[in-house]
Every structure is written in C-alpha cells, then in structure tokens.
C-alpha cells in the first residue's frame, strides 16, 4: 500500500529506471564496436567468418575468470581440459541418449558416469542415478520423486517440504512446480546449520521431504546431515542432501587429509543426493548428477506414456533429447582427472579457502560466518556496510557474490582463484581500509556513521554488487531477466 503513494511510486520508478540502464548497460551493452545480428544472414556465413566473429564474442569485454577475478562459475578453466572436452563434443555433436541403439556409446558413458559419482558418494549396492542439465534439475527429480513416493506409499495429495532458509531456491522452484507446501527453518548463528528442532517441530502427516545441504550456497556450511538422518529415519521420511556446490571436492575432503562431517548415503536416512559434475567435477556446463538410495526411488522420477499413436514414450528425467556430447565431455573429464587429480585440487582449492578465511578472520572489522570446511567463504563486517565493500570490490575488477539475511559477501575457490587469493585479500583489505576513512569523513561531515549492513539492500545470485533497495528487488530481478534477452 505504502508504495502506492504517488510520491513514493515515483521514487520507486526512479530506482527500477536507474537499475535498468546500470543492468542494461553492463550485461546488454550497444554501441558501434558491437554489431546486432536479429535476422537471419540472407546468404549463410562462411564457416571462417562464424569463427571469427565467435572469437570476438569469446573476448568480449568481461570480468577475468581466467585470472582468478571470479567466484565460482568456472573451476577449472585449464586449457588442456578445455581441449579434451571440445574433442569430445565434436565427437559426439549429433548424439541423443534418447536413441540407446544409435549411441550407444553415449549410454555407456551415461551409465558410468553415475557409477562414479555413486562410489564417490558411498552408496549402497542398490543404488541408482541418472545425469541431468544442472543442480537445478538434480534437485527438481529429486523433489518429484519424493512427491511420487509419497502419493504412492502413503497416498498424500498435499505433500510438504521442511528444509533450510539456507538451501538452494530450486527447491523453492520444485515446490512451485510440483505443488509442495514449503517450511522454511532458520539457520541461526553462530553454527548457520539448520535448526534440528524446528525441524522436528514441522514434520507432520503430510511431510513428503527433509531438505539438508552439504554444503549450502550462502555461506558454505554443512548442515548436520546425521541429525537429519535421524530424524529422516525416525519418521520415515525421505531426505535429500543437496551437495550441488560440494560436488567432488566434499566428496575427495578425507582423501586429502581434511576435516569432514558424514553427509552421504553412510548416513542411513539419506535416500537422495545431488551433485554437480560441471563445479568441482570440471566437466563441461550443463551436466549433474542425481543419486538415489536404491532403483524404486529413482523409478518415481520417471515419467511413461504408455499409450501413445507414436508408440510407448519413456523419459528418465525432464528433458526428452539431451545432448550426448555433454555426456562425452562429462566422462572425459571424470576419465582425464582421475581420482589422484581431484585429491590434489581439493587440497588446493580447500586449503586456498583456508587461508582466505583465515585473513579475513585476522581483520578487525571482518566476520567469517560459521566454520566453513569446504569451499565457499562468507563473512561481513562488524563496523561498515558489506554491500559497499563489495561494491568496492566489484571496481577493483572482482566478481565476488553478495548475500542478504544476513548482509555478506563469499568467495566460492576455484583453481584459478588459487593463482589469485593473495591478491584477493590484498584489495579486499584496501577496500576496507577506505570504506572505513569514508566513514570517518562522514563523521567529520557530521553526518552520522553509515554504519554496518541493515539489510535496505539486496543481493541478486549471480551479478557482482548489490542492489539499492529490497523494496524493489523483485521488480529489478525480472529487468535482469529480460535484460538478458535483449538482443
């Protein structure tokens, strides 16, 4: 109602029209250096042509990931992997798993891929698997497949979700697709684990599904997943372990002599875990796995028309075609790194994350949330607002990723982050340092001292920075979304 008031409406509409020109100009920038093509070339391009104006595409203006300036998005990014896996698409390009006849090589890496990851996992001899596009569609077959279990074991119409306030929105997403009611619980600090007894509290009759992370987006924290485990067992109620971001470095975490809490099928009440093959697994965008305790709840993923005039249709996930050459690439990876190559990155990666979260421990004015173990460090500031710290280091060149509730920043390590720590803490502590001679002018000023965060501003997942205003936030995120098909 409040923003109904003229006065206020228009200032709102000031804001959305400021952050659409800043979004539009960062992400969909025009000019006479950028050519638009929005009709198809009356005569078809050479393929030398294409493939020069696909390098100019390639090295368009961007923040550098190839000199470790990005958190997350690429974790590998070495060129002789790059190599491999271009190799294998272009084996594989017109290959569809939806014909097992004609690839059926595409089928056998499919079906080995999973088996790796089952191991990895530590599951039972019963268990099973299928690859999808992405932590989101790992997460959404998950989701089903408990749905399905339910109605048809239990025969609950009105399923319910209880998971974290922390854990990935794609459960949010499955809940809106699926028709789940969703229980969000607290992850207070200091821990920023999921709260056990709210938990309990929450499961009733119509309980489909417990939701844990390992570790979640935020701020990199591994839930109790034994705790849930118990109570998973206790009320036999599936559970989920989301271990999208984790991925293979969670998974090599005692191999390469760090410390590690249980999170995978060893707990007995973990029926199912996703993980992402294209983050720590460094196989190509696009790929991910989900894992099931055992064959029937992977069945209730599946989806059969029997009775169709073109015959029996039969999908194991969301997609119908899939592409095979992702697959390839995805083996090729899993294949070329090997277990010794991904023992050895997790050290790396791990063991950057550490001395990241120990220099931000060191700072008088910074505050590392919880106790981190794998790769992702999140802290704020005691004393400043974190979202002009990170707006700082969005100027100095870094791509670093804001978070609210509460207000701070996290560096999800990656091997080229690796090259690159050092010089992340570096700006990270002259950012600071400048922040903190703006407040002390403000103060000279008279003004009042800006202060720390108190959450007016919001983060959007995936671009540098923050945003002015939470008011506005889902106003701006659906100009983000359209700013991305402006062509």
């Known amino acids: 109602m409040f923003l109904r008031i003229p006065a206020v409406r228009a200032k709102v509409q000031k804001e959305i029209t400021d952050a659409t020109v800043k979004l539009q100009s960062k992400l969909a920038p025009t000019g006479p250096s950028i050519t638009r093509y929005l009709d198809l070339p009356s005569k078809g391009w050479s393929s030398e042509t294409v493939l020069e104006e696909l390098q100019d595409l390639a090295t368009m203006d961007h923040t550098r990931w190839e000199d470790g300036y990005v958190s997350g998005a690429v974790y590998h990014g070495g060129e002789d992997l790059m190599e491999l896996q271009a190799q294998a698409f272009g084996k594989f390009t017109v290959a569809n798993p939806i014909h097992p006849d004609v690839f059926p090589g595409v089928r056998k890496m499919e079906a080995e891929i999973v088996a790796m990851v089952l191991k990895l996992f530590n599951a039972p001899r019963d268990a099973a698997g299928v690859t ?22 239990r025969n609950i119409t009105e399923p319910e979700m209880i998971m974290p306030e922390t854990a990935h929105p794609a459960f949010r997403k499955a809940a809106q697709y699926f028709g789940f009611k969703v229980h969000l619980v607290g992850s207070p600090a200091p821990s920023y684990q999921v709260d056990l007894s709210s938990i309990r509290r929450l499961i009733n009759s119509n309980t489909a599904l417990l939701v844990g992370s390992a570790p979640n987006f ?13 109570l998973a067992v206790r009320y036999k109620i599936p559970l989920h372990v989301d271990c999208c971001l984790g991925s293979f470095v969670i998974a090599f975490l005692e191999k390469a002599g760090f410390e590690s809490l249980l999170f995978d099928f060893r707990c007995p009440g973990v029926t199912s875990i996703s993980c992402d093959t294209h983050k720590y697994g460094f196989a190509p965008k696009g790929s991910s796995t989900v894992l099931y305790r055992s064959t029937t709840l992977r069945s209730y993923q599946y989806f059969v028309v029997p009775d169709w005039s073109g015959g029996v249709y039969a999908s194991p996930s969301m997609a119908g075609s899939r592409p095979g050459a992702l697959i390839a690439g995805c083996w090729a990876s899993l294949m070329n790194v090997g277990e010794d190559g991904y023992t050895e990155s997790c050290k790396e990666i791990v063991g950057t994350a550490r001395k990241i979260a120990q220099s931000v421990h060191e700072h008088p004015e910074l505050e590392v949330l919880g106790n981190p173990l794998v790769s992702v460090v999140a802290f704020t500031s005691l004393t400043l607002d974190i979202y002009d710290i990170a707006d700082g280091m969005s100027a100095k060149g870094w791509h670093l990723n804001s978070l609210q509730s509460p207000p701070a920043i996290h560096v999800a390590v990656t091997l080229p982050i690796v090259q690159a720590w050092e010089q992340l803490v570096r700006d990270l502590k002259t950012v600071v340092e400048e922040e903190r001679t703006k407040e002390k002018q403000r103060m000279l000023e008279g003004k009042d001292a800006k202060g720390k965060s108190k959450g007016d501003s919001a983060a959007l997942y995936g671009v540098a920075g923050s945003l002015p205003n939470k008011s506005i936030v889902v106003e701006i995120s659906q100009v983000f979304l359209d700013t991305l098909y402006k062509a």
């Open 218 to 230: 935020p701020h990199g924290i591994i839930d109790d997943i034994p705790g849930l485990s118990d």
């Open 132 to 153: 999808t596009s992405g932590g989101t569609e790992s997460i959404l077959m998950a989701c089903l497949s408990a749905r399905q279990k339910a109605y048809a074991e």
